[in-house]
């Protein structure tokens, strides 16, 4: 069983930032692609920032220079630094990652930014 639980959400004002993180455990032997996604209320899931084993990066334009995305390989675990976040940055923001071809989501942390 594989397991993905995020962390670092939370309520911060328009300009703030946050760290959120996503440890993955279990029987894991590689984790190719780490992404994190959000939903926000009344909207599709979409996806925010990608990153390969090899460390190779994709965003959203949405969040481009705003958001980065890192990886510890060692320690199973993806981030997601938020800075200069915006009302509109609200919503549930999710782990995904693929292990060889096998999609495993987390169950989400909420990001709240108020204006």
Not at 93 to 101: A, F, N, Q, R, T
Request: positive net charge; aromatic residues 8%.
């Amino acid at each position: 069983q594989v397991q993905l639980v995020e962390s670092g959400g939370g309520l911060v004002q328009a300009g703030g930032s946050l760290k959120l993180s996503c440890a993955v455990s279990g029987t894991i032997f590689s984790i190719d692609v780490m992404a994190w996604y959000r939903q926000a209320p009344g909207k599709t899931r979409e996806l925010v920032a990608t990153i390969a084993r090899s460390g190779t990066t994709n965003y959203a334009d949405s969040v481009k220079g705003r958001f980065t995305i890192s990886r510890d390989n060692a320690k199973n675990t993806a981030y997601l630094q938020m800075n200069s976040l915006e009302p509109e940055d609200t919503a549930v923001y999710y782990c995904y990652v693929d292990l060889s071809g096998v999609s495993r989501w987390g169950k989400g942390t909420q990001v709240t930014v108020s204006s």
